[in-house]
C-alpha cells in the first residue's frame, strides 16, 4: 500500500542521527513543535508525536500511536500501533507498552533477577570453554 500522506515536522524539532520516521498511509506521520527525538528512534507510520515530547535513543513507537504533549520516552523503549501516552507521562528504559498509559502516568520494565553463579558451576555448561 503506498504510503501517501507524507511526514509533517514542526518547528524547533530536534532529531538526532538515525532517526527514522516513516510516512503517512492515510493521516501524515506528525512531529510537532519542540519534539525532540534522539538518536536511532523508529517512528511508525502515521504517529503523532505531540509538541514537547521527548524520545530517548532507540525509542520505537509503531504505526499510528500517540505520544501526548511534554510525555517522555525512555531508552530502548517500545510503543505497540494504535496505543496512547498521555501528556506528561513517563515510560521508562526498556519499558513495552502493550496498553494506553494515562495523563502524568508513570510505567517501568520489570527489573532483571540477578543472582551469583556458584563458585562451584561448570562454565561449560552456557558455551564458555574452559581456560
Avoid: Y
Avoid at 527514522?20 to 493521516?27: N, R
Avoid at 499510528?64 to 504533549?69: C, D, H, I
Avoid at 511534554?70 to 500501533?81: F, P, T, Y
Amino acid at each position: 500500500m503506498p504510503h501517501l500522506a507524507g511526514v509533517v515536522i514542526g518547528s524547533q524539532v530536534e532529531l538526532g542521527a538515525l532517526t527514522l520516521i516513516q510516512g503517512g498511509v492515510i493521516s501524515p506521520t506528525t512531529i510537532e513543535d519542540h519534539a525532540k527525538l534522539d538518536n536511532g528512534v523508529a517512528i511508525g507510520h502515521g504517529v503523532r508525536v505531540a509538541r514537547g515530547a521527548s524520545l530517548a535513543g532507540g525509542a520505537c513507537v509503531a504505526g499510528s500511536a500517540v505520544v501526548g504533549e511534554e510525555a517522555w520516552i525512555g531508552i530502548s523503549s517500545s510503543i505497540r500501533d494504535g496505543r496512547r501516552i498521555g501528556a506528561r507521562a513517563l515510560v521508562g528504559m526498556d519499558a513495552s507498552m502493550q496498553h494506553d498509559l494515562d495523563e502524568d502516568a508513570m510505567a517501568r520494565a520489570s527489573r532483571p533477577d540477578v543472582a551469583t553463579r556458584p563458585a562451584d558451576d561448570d562454565p561449560s555448561k552456557i558455551g564458555f570453554a574452559k581456560r
